[in-house]
């Protein structure tokens, strides 16, 4: 009888809607809090966890000129871009493009193993870089052609699935924006997309010295430019950072797998 009389109480009660709502109310409470918790150990998780280990970085410049006039710049602003990204811990491996002839045949135009020296060299370095920085002076409104020369010698499996970052300078002022804007398609293309921001270096005969220093004695603030510089490579390191992890989990040539016997592999059906 009183186990008859316990239900009845908790049938009648669970019938009252103003105690099934107040119910439903604690039970949407307890979810959402549930939900908070879960969603702040995630971050806590992330802000411990996350941190940047060096990335191996091929920085691939853009220019082939030996004298001027006008001022040869690329030595300087080069050298200055692996002291940034040296500093903050990183491996740099230049890509010269003097190293490549006009493009005849493209690494991947060779049987495995069996293209020159230094195209072989050069594909292990891209292959195994985390991230990319590609370093273009503005010819014609448009990234220089020694640099195209060089991604044009490599498919896109080389470059895919990471990030890059773009560079440009100039002697004016307008630091080689334009070619800047034109380069973010081909390295879209190449798959290693760039992140949103760039350096743009005007008047870069004055903003370095020959060493690649900033230059001081001509009024140029280290501290200044190093903060410029940082927005990029936080970019850079973040997205290296997330690929790499990803990467570990999914093998991103399972779902998209590169093209390797025919251009008709792009065709749609």
């Known amino acids: 009888m009183l186990t008859l009389f316990v239900k009845q109480q908790c049938s009648s009660r669970g019938s009252d809607p103003s105690t099934r709502n107040m119910m ?6 307890r979810r959402r809090r549930m939900g908070l918790q879960a969603i702040q150990a995630t971050l806590s998780f992330y802000h411990s966890s996350f941190s940047v280990e060096g990335l ?76 990319y920085v590609c370093v273009t002076p503005e010819y014609n409104h ?5 640099l195209l020369n060089i991604l044009n010698h490599f498919g896109s499996s080389t470059f895919s699935f990471k990030p890059s970052a773009i560079v440009t300078y100039s002697a004016g002022q307008w630091g080689g924006t334009r070619a800047g804007v034109s380069l973010r398609t081909t390295l879209s293309e190449l798959g290693c997309l760039p992140v949103s921001a760039m350096i743009h270096l005007p008047k870069a005969q004055q903003v370095f010295d020959r060493d690649g220093k900033v230059n001081v004695s001509a009024g140029e603030d280290p501290d200044q430019w190093e903060k410029y510089f940082a927005r990029t490579w936080f970019q850079l390191e973040w997205w ?30």
């Open 24 to 29: 439903a109310t604690r039970q949407r409470l």
């Open 240 to 269: 290296a950072e997330a690929a790499k992890r990803h990467k570990s989990i999914v093998d991103p040539f399972g779902e998209s797998p590169a093209f390797a016997s025919s251009p008709d592999e792009r065709n749609a059906p």
């Open 142 to 146: 448009s990234p220089s052609p020694a």
């Open 56 to 131: 191996n970085v091929a920085l691939l410049t853009g220019s082939t000129r030996v004298k001027g006039p006008p001022t040869v710049l690329h030595p300087r602003v080069t050298q200055n871009l692996v002291y940034s990204l040296e500093g903050r811990g990183h491996e740099v491996v230049h890509i010269d493009p003097t190293e490549f002839q006009l493009l005849d045949k493209p690494h991947f135009g060779y049987a495995h193993g069996k293209a020159p020296e230094k195209l072989e060299a050069a594909q292990t370095v891209l292959k195994n870089a985390d991230a």
